[in-house]
C-alpha cells in the first residue's frame, strides 16, 4: 500500500507558473506508475498526466501538453507536475495516484491509491 501527500498548489496568474509534489511512503512506489488527476467544481475527476515506474515513458491529456511536464525520483519516493503557462481553465483540486501497474495509464480506475488533493487557482 502507498500513502501519498500532496503540495505546492496555490494562487497564480494566468501565464504563471506551479510545482506540485507527491510525497509517497510505502514500499511499492518505485514499481508502479504514478498519475496526476485534477477536479473542477461542478465536473468530474480527470486525468492530467501520467508516468511509468521507472520515469522512462510519460503520457499527458490533449489541453496540457506542451506546458505541464511529469517527473519522479524513486530515490526520494516523489512525483512532481511542473505547470507552466497556466490558464484560469486549470483551475482544479489536484491529486497524485499510485497505480496498480508499473505501465503509465490515463485511466482513472486503474489507479488504487490517492493523495488528499491541493488546490490549484488560475486567476485571469
Known amino acids: 500500500q502507498v500513502q501519498l501527500a500532496e503540495s505546492g498548489g496555490g494562487l497564480v496568474q494566468a501565464g504563471g507558473s506551479l510545482s506540485l509534489s507527491c510525497a509517497a511512503s510505502g514500499r511499492t512506489f518505485s514499481s508502479v506508475a504514478m498519475g496526476w488527476f485534477r477536479q473542477a467544481p461542478g465536473k468530474e475527476r480527470e486525468f492530467v498526466a501520467a508516468?511509468?515506474?521507472?520515469?522512462?515513458?510519460?503520457y499527458y491529456t490533449d489541453s496540457v501538453k506542451g506546458r505541464f511536464t511529469i517527473s519522479r525520483d524513486n530515490a526520494k519516493n516523489t512525483v512532481y507536475l511542473q505547470m507552466n503557462s497556466l490558464k484560469p481553465a486549470d483551475t482544479a483540486v489536484y491529486y497524485c495516484?499510485?497505480?496498480?501497474?508499473?505501465?503509465?495509464?490515463?485511466?482513472?480506475?486503474?489507479?488504487?491509491?490517492w493523495g488528499q488533493g491541493t488546490q490549484v487557482t488560475v486567476s485571469s
Open positions: 508516468i511509468n515506474w521507472r520515469g522512462a515513458y510519460t
Open positions: 495516484a499510485a497505480a496498480s501497474t508499473a505501465s503509465a495509464t490515463p485511466n482513472l480506475g486503474n489507479y488504487s491509491c
